[in-house]
């Protein structure tokens, strides 16, 4: 039996079956026209994951949905995020289920949830905070009634500074790394930044530079620490240990003690698997 819509009926539901692809079409087709904020939920209340640039040819997120004046969208990352110390496994590797939150703040919402399989890498250690880069993709929520100017995420927060004590004697010469095979252990290949880890393989990370105040470990009134020297926040608190094997002429290191400085070098767990190592490559004053 053939029966014939009103051709007014027939278009109303065309229009409604192509309405998504209409809207998609039309995403592509106009560049945003101011700074945009992708939020985790469709709601101007949730985190922001990040903020899309003017110009910017958001790409639609296939199999989510959105309700009426909001779009979802596909954000390919790399994102840098904060996770806190205690979901860092013994392998510096990001617990599953995890959240990473936008800044080193734990009200600063969440922006994603860490998953088996992830690629993260950490890129910087806060107090009780770790920094990370995050190598995935994620869907956030525009608000397409219009594009309201955002202050931009989070992406760097640098440590506080460490005030270096006037000095009357002449600064020590920096140390440099020693080339390969000097030294029993050589120095890792590598350079600025750290690679991308598998969450569930082993955090071997390349050299990057902290900075802090360098401090020795050793106490008449205490067992010997792993380490003999160690890098230390403003307030005192260890950031991490200090591996110096690597370093040539370590008959200056005594000169650097209490002092703010800046190493290069990369980063893995203490034996005990209870602290970071800095395997120290080269080290200077602030």
Do not use: C
């Not at 469709?42 to 779009?71: H, K, N, Q, R, Y």
């Amino acid at each position: 039996m053939k029966i014939n819509l009103p051709l007014s009926a027939a278009a109303r539901g065309l229009a409604v079956f192509a309405a998504p692809l209409v809207s998609a079409f039309s995403l592509h087709a106009a560049p945003l026209a101011g700074s945009t904020a992708a939020h985790t939920r469709p709601d101007e209340s949730a985190p922001v994951i990040t903020v899309l640039a003017a110009g910017t040819d958001p790409v639609p997120s296939a199999g989510a949905t959105a309700p009426a004046g909001w779009t979802a969208v596909e954000l390919s990352g790399p994102f840098e995020a904060f996770v806190q110390r205690k979901d860092l496994l013994k392998s510096l590797d990001v617990r599953p289920g995890a959240s990473l939150y936008r800044a080193p703040d734990a009200t600063s919402g969440a922006i994603a949830v860490a998953e088996k399989g992830d690629l993260v890498s950490i890129i910087g250690l806060h107090g009780k905070w770790t920094q990370v880069r995050l190598e995935k993709k994620l869907t956030g929520y525009i608000h397409t009634a219009g594009a309201a100017a955002l202050p931009p995420v989070v992406t760097d927060v640098a440590p506080a500074p460490v005030p270096a004590p006037a000095r009357t004697d002449p600064a020590p010469a920096p140390l440099a790394p020693a080339p390969v095979g000097a030294s029993a252990r050589g120095v890792a290949a590598g350079g600025e930044g750290v690679p991308v880890v598998d969450l569930g393989g082993t955090s071997a990370s390349l050299p990057r530079y902290y900075q802090g105040k360098f401090v020795s470990t050793r106490s008449p009134f205490h067992p010997r620490r792993p380490f003999d020297w160690a890098l230390v926040d403003n307030a005192g608190k260890r950031i991490a240990y200090l591996d110096i094997s690597r370093l040539l002429l370590t008959e200056q290191i005594e000169s650097y003690a209490d002092h703010a400085v800046v190493v290069y070098g990369e980063t893995r767990p203490s034996p005990d698997g209870k602290d970071f190592v800095i395997a120290v490559e080269s080290l200077q004053l602030r």
